[in-house]
């Protein structure tokens, strides 16, 4: 009698390429999720049951009650995102299950787009599109649509890690001067190579032409953008979010942004996301908003999806994940 082993079931909460999802079914029964849109919160607690495996994105809330709902028999939580504050990673491992992340993959995508969206926002690029679009543009004068210089501003960059310094390289191309703050860094050598300055979060504030933020989003860094953050900046500041949209109040922002308080804004994130269409600061021109694309390169989110199916596959086996976020549980429970 021949014995066969079954397959690890696995649920996979978002459509990806045909091409890694037949790589998945190779050792894995695969429940997929085949549209764009997140499940629904019920549907997600319906489909984790009996799990062995979870594949989920930043925008799934893996709590404790996804954890109750798949099982004694989950294995292994599989993040296809660097950030992962969208699990209770406390939960996972005090159940003894290693939680996975993407990072390093898109460090040089994200610092791209950030710099885009700076360079958008300061020559208002977005509104020149609208004024052609709207048939406004009809010669050409001295006061339209100016914006700031960038060449030999002051960068400040709030979280010097992997993104941060990103930024900070394409930076030197415009002889910009940079500043940082980040705890976790005061005396980095990378900065001191490149001649970056290490500041208070006051003085960055109050010093920087552009502001970019690269910090993740805990406790201590939620709204630290708030009403008292953005009344010390510049009139003529540009501030850049491609972090969280935690790490900004929207409200304060947007009367920032009305009463001239800053010169504009450019976010890749918002809180909630999707911002809601009624959102007051949709109805402003001096603020340009993606939707959550930064890391969005063919070739940065084909090598995150394999990262993430490459960290299900070591934990289905019992191994160790290669990109773990609490690795404690190897100890704990190894």
Not at 31 to 49: C, I, K, Y
Not at 91 to 110: F, H, K, Q, S, Y
Not at 182 to 192: I, N, S, V
Request: charged fraction near 20%; aromatic fraction near 8%.
């Amino acid at each position: 009698m021949i014995m066969t082993t079954a397959k690890p079931r696995v649920f996979i909460t978002r459509l990806i390429p045909d091409e890694k999802l037949a790589i998945a079914s190779q050792f894995c029964e695969v429940d997929l999720w085949a549209q764009d849109e997140p499940p629904p919160r019920e549907t997600l607690l319906e489909r984790v049951r009996g799990i062995d495996g979870l594949f989920s994105l930043l925008t799934d809330k893996i709590d404790r009650e996804v954890m109750e709902a798949a099982g004694p028999g989950l294995k292994v939580i599989s993040n296809c995102a660097v950030g992962f504050d969208n699990i209770d990673v406390t939960e996972a491992t005090r159940r003894g299950i290693p939680v996975g992340n993407t990072p390093g993959v898109l460090t040089d995508t994200t610092a791209d787009f950030a710099f885009a969206l700076l360079m958008a926002a300061a020559r208002r690029v977005v509104e020149a599109d609208g004024f052609v679009r709207r048939g406004w543009w009809k010669t050409w004068g001295l006061t339209q649509l100016l914006g700031q210089d960038i060449a030999g501003a002051t960068l400040g960059i709030l979280g010097f890690g992997r993104i941060g310094k990103g930024v900070a390289q394409r930076a030197l191309g415009f002889r910009m001067h940079i500043l940082y703050y980040d705890p976790l860094c005061q005396d980095d050598p990378y900065a001191a190579q490149i001649g970056a300055h290490c500041v208070d979060l006051d003085t960055l504030l109050r010093e920087a032409d552009f502001i970019s933020l690269h910090v993740p989003l805990y406790k201590d860094t939620y709204h630290l953008i708030d009403e008292a953050a953005l009344r010390k900046m510049k009139p003529t500041a540009i501030l850049v979010n491609t972090a969280r949209g935690g790490v900004v109040d929207l409200e304060a922002l947007y009367q920032a942004l009305k009463e001239g308080v800053i010169a504009g804004a450019a976010l890749d994130v918002s809180e909630p996301e999707p911002i809601p269409l009624e959102h007051p600061l949709l109805t402003l021109e001096n603020v340009v908003i993606a939707p959550h694309i930064a890391s969005a390169s063919v070739a940065t989110r084909y090598r995150m999806i394999q990262i993430a199916l490459d960290n299900l596959m070591l934990g289905l086996n019992g191994e160790q994940l290669k990109y773990c976020v609490n690795p404690q549980v190897y100890e704990e429970f190894g």
